[in-house]
């Protein structure tokens, strides 16, 4: 059970979620044992399952992140509206920040705009502190090249 436990933790890199994995595949075990082939390894059954559940919960994982990512930026207000910025301008801040990938979007988004900190950002997600600062780094970025233009602007409106 150790070694199917620590199987599962390379694949999620969670503690709790490669312990749910292998109960969740000692628990399919249990419930079809009567029709398991009894010439097949039931090591390597056990194996093949946790892979596979494994692989589930990252896809799901992934799918989660992006509809919350996806619902939080519908329902707020990404932009700062300084009267300075034309609607332009402002739009392509909103265009900029919508092409974030969904899991960069999110982070940035708690981080800048709920102002999280980034320890509270990687246990809510739970991913690691260094995936935070690594996806608001990517952010930032990505931001600068796309609206290196309209930071040149804003920088002159605030200097008249």
């Known amino acids: 059970m150790e070694g199917l436990h620590r199987y599962a933790w390379t694949i999620l890199r969670n503690n709790e979620a490669a312990r749910d994995a292998v109960q969740t595949v000692f628990l399919k075990l249990w419930e079809k044992r009567s029709t398991i082939d009894e010439q097949q390894s039931v090591q390597s059954w056990l194996y093949t399952s946790v892979y596979n559940y494994c692989l589930n919960v990252k896809r799901n994982e992934a799918v989660r992140i992006k ?3 996806d619902q939080q930026f519908q329902s707020t207000t990404l932009v700062y509206t300084d009267p300075l910025l034309s609607k332009e301008q402002q739009q392509q801040i909103r265009d900029a920040l919508e092409s974030l990938p969904p899991q960069c979007k999110l982070i940035f988004h708690k981080s800048r705009f709920e102002n999280m900190k980034y320890a509270a950002i990687a246990a809510e ?18 931001l600068r090249e796309k609206l290196s233009q309209v930071l040149v602007m804003i920088i002159l409106y605030a200097t008249l």
């Open 67 to 69: 509809y919350t990512a």
């Open 125 to 142: 997600l739970d991913i690691s502190i260094k995936t935070v600062e690594a996806q608001i780094g990517k952010a930032l970025k990505i």
